[in-house]
Structure formats: structure tokens, C-alpha cells
């Protein structure tokens, strides 16, 4: 007997609407032009602690993704594609403790398909990032 594996209920409560538009405007994170553009934006929406799983698996400190973006600026021509041409979707957001949200997506970059996992959290001023992680899909 086959068993297929079903796919989470993956809605979003009503009352996390409002908080989940808010969220998906600034996804994927570090690719949009309006925020974290310097060095004071980045360290603004990024906890101190900040770290993220890149879809390799390695992990990544917040210094490093910081050099990475910035080396990013530098260069004119991306091997991923324009940002613009990414599609986003799939969106769902969880709040797992008060002002912290867990916000997962797809994204399909130009060669790439991964699931996306971002937890936000609201302060008083705006939002922070505490971590992120993607996960390439298989066939």
C-alpha cells in the first residue's frame, strides 16, 4: 500500500492578515532596493544575532551575509537573475510567540526552486529579522 505524504494546512488566520501583506513586501529578503541598502539599514532590520541557512545548507553569520550583500552592490551582473524577474508565492504566516512571526514562501529564481523561512519579529520602530533559512526543492 502507497502512503503519499499530504501537504500542512498552510492558512493563514484571519487576524495575521494585515501582518502577513506587511511581510511579503520586504520578501525575499536582502534583494528588495527599498530596504537594507547600507550598512545602517541592514544592522537596523537584522538582529545582532542574526544568522541564516543558505539553500546549500551552510550557515551563515550576520557578518557574512552583510559582506556578501555589499559585494553584491559591487557588482553589476547577477548569476541569479534580476530580483524584478523572481517569483514569490505560497505565502503563509504563523505567529509563534508575541511580535514573532514565522513567515515561509517559494521563490523561483531564474535556475532554482526553494522554499524560503523568515522569522520576524515587530518592534516598535519596524521590523527586525531574527533568522533566515532556504531549502532548495528536489524532483
Keep these: 500500500m502507497e ?10 488566520a484571519d487576524h495575521l492578515q494585515p501582518v502577513l501583506v506587511e511581510l511579503e ?4 529578503i536582502f534583494h528588495r532596493p527599498e530596504f537594507d541598502t547600507t550598512r545602517a539599514d541592514f544592522e537596523r532590520s537584522t538582529a545582532p544575532d542574526f544568522w541564516e541557512t ?3 545548507g551552510r550557515r551563515y553569520s550576520r557578518e557574512f551575509v552583510w559582506a556578501t550583500l555589499e559585494q ?17 508565492s505560497d505565502f503563509q504566516l ?6 514573532t512571526y514565522l513567515l515561509t514562501y517559494t521563490l523561483e529564481q531564474t535556475d532554482r526552486l526553494t522554499r524560503r523561512l523568515t522569522v520576524w519579529q515587530r518592534t516598535a520602530d ?6 533566515h533559512q532556504g531549502t532548495v526543492v528536489t524532483d
Design 54 to 56: 543558505g539553500a546549500s
Design 126 to 131: 519596524d521590523w527586525t529579522i531574527l533568522y
Design 25 to 28: 513586501r520586504r520578501e525575499p
Design 72 to 88: 553584491r552592490q559591487l557588482d553589476t551582473a547577477q548569476d541569479q537573475g534580476e530580483p524584478d524577474s523572481w517569483k514569490t
Design 94 to 99: 504563523r505567529e509563534i510567540a508575541p511580535n
Design 3 to 12: 502512503h503519499s505524504t499530504p501537504e500542512p494546512d498552510r492558512r493563514t
